[in-house]
């Protein structure tokens, strides 16, 4: 039994770590559908496995009219699982959910076939997927990985990446690099990277794109080089840090300045 109400705590907790709107206990256990629908799996869940199959199918039915969140009482759910507004979410039979992962509102984890045995897919620990994606069949969403709002992911996920659009496709880790990177600086040299339109090019901004270009060719020369020394196992000094602006903060390995509001 304290097993049962430790899990139920942790339950109530996780929803304050992932929902700012949250304002205090009492609400979640009152008005958070999504707590309400894993609370109820839990006992549906129960009774599938216990053999009470129309009981478990039954519970999870009037779940879904409460709710408005359908989870097929076979799927399995792991601790800390918060479906933040729920409305539309439905997680079919064969679906495995790891460890503190969250699902908002519409969010879909299907099949592709209509034949029985594994067709749902599995995310593991600490997978996000965003209002009204889709993710179909049998595939594993890799820990930690982000799901963009309504994509369609038919393919596996590696961890910690992030999947947008439709079919999903993975934001390149580089790409998001090198505009944080180009952001950085334009906001330093106080214009808005998004002002200018796309007819009518902005020469500073071209300028400084093609400075860049020419920064990350250099990158990656000495990259190659450093390697090649390492390689043939030649020592050689170790660079000197690169300055960094007071006051700013590091992230991906850039600086960063406040944006403006
Ligand atoms: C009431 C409520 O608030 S309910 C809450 C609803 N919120 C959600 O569902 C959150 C889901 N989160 C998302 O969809 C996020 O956009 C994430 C997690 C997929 C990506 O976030 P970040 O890693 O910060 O990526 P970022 O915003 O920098 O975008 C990277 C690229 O992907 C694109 N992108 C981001 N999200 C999506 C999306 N859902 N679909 C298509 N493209 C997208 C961006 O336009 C950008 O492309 P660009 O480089 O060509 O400009
Ligand atoms: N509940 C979340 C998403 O809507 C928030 O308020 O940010």
Sequence with gaps: MNAIIDRVKEDIACVFERDPAAQSVW???TAYPGFHAVLIHRLSHRCWTAGYRWLARFISHIARWLTGIEI???????????IDHGMGVVI?????????????????????SWKKGKRHP???DGVVVG???????????GEGARVGSNSVVLKPVPAG???VGIPGHLIDPNVKKEKAEREA????MGFDPYGAKADMPDPVANAINRMLD????????LETMKKALDEAGIHYPEPPPIPRLEGCEIEDGYEHEPKPD
Excluded: S
């Excluded at 097929?72 to 918060?82: E, L, S, V």
């Excluded at 460890?99 to 519409?106: A, F, K, Q, S, V």
């Excluded at 020419?214 to 020369?221: E, N, P, V």
């Design 161 to 163: 990446a992030t999947v």
């Design 72 to 82: 097929h009482p076979g799927a399995r759910i792991g601790r800390r699982f918060f």
């Design 92 to 112: 079919g039979e064969t679906a495995v959910i790891g460890d503190d992962c969250t699902l908002y509102h519409g969010v879909t984890l299907g099949g592709t």
């Design 131 to 141: 209002a009204g994606a889709k993710i179909l069949g049998p595939i594993d969403i």
């Design 27 to 29: 609400e979640v256990i």
């Design 214 to 221: 020419h920064i990350h060719a250099m990158d990656q020369q």
């Design 122 to 124: 599995t995310l593991h």
């Design 185 to 188: 600086i334009a906001y330093r």
